[in-house]
């Protein structure tokens, strides 16, 4: 039997929110190590933990086929020339694709591949629509002016796996010069 309750979310385009969903916030305490620069991260949090982003996930079933979504809003802001972004995740079940798009803002998509560590910047923003393939670790920045929101869809059993990248972290840095989103290595050789 359809139930309406578990089948519709209505997204609210002034908040980024979905009705009747209690959305997962993070701050800048909880990024610890995920900033390139560690003394910008300091001084800011000397200063206050402000919040980073918030994802509201529907998650109608988690059944093969099954699919999730969820709805991120990054807020914009820097820690030292580094964009504000998400801590970036693989997916636990490392084959499981994503569908990314954006509804408002402006901003990157960093991939890298977990094998190679090859890594592409993708913009994402309102029209665009990104697909990340399996086996890529993702992270989100906001280089605009106000927040970033997009729609993320993912099968059920996807899962989100923390770990690997707080051990290693991303390849490359994505920071603003002249006005513009660039990748840097984070450890060049
Ligand atoms: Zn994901």
């Known amino acids: ?22 959305p997962v916030e993070r701050h800048l305490a909880d990024l ?9 991260y300091a001084s800011a949090l000397a200063v206050g933990n402000p919040l980073l982003y918030r994802v509201a996930s529907v998650e ?16 914009p802001g820097k820690i030292g020339d580094e964009y504000f972004m998400t801590r970036g ?29 090859e890594s592409l910047m993708v913009p994402l923003r309102p029209r665009h629509a990104v697909y990340v393939p399996g ?16 729609l993320g869809v993912y099968p059920a059993r996807a899962g989100h ?15 603003e010069r002249a006005g513009r989103p660039i990748m840097l290595e984070r450890h060049p050789s």
């Open 1 to 22: 039997m359809f139930d309406p309750d578990r089948l519709l979310s209505i997204y609210n385009p002034d908040t980024g929110e979905l009705a009747a969903t209690k």
């Open 32 to 40: 610890r190590g995920c900033f390139a620069d560690p003394a910008a």
């Open 60 to 75: 109608p079933a988690a059944g093969e086929g099954d699919l999730h979504y969820g709805v991120g809003c990054l807020m």
């Open 89 to 117: 995740h693989l997916h636990a079940q490392r084959p499981a694709a994503e569908f990314y798009f954006g509804l408002n803002g402006e901003g990157v998509m960093l991939l890298e591949d977990e094998t190679t560590s």
């Open 135 to 150: 086996h890529t670790a993702h992270r989100t920045m906001n280089t605009g002016t106000v927040p970033l929101i997009y």
């Open 161 to 175: 796996d923390y770990g690997a990248l707080a051990q290693r972290n991303f390849r490359y840095v994505v920071v």
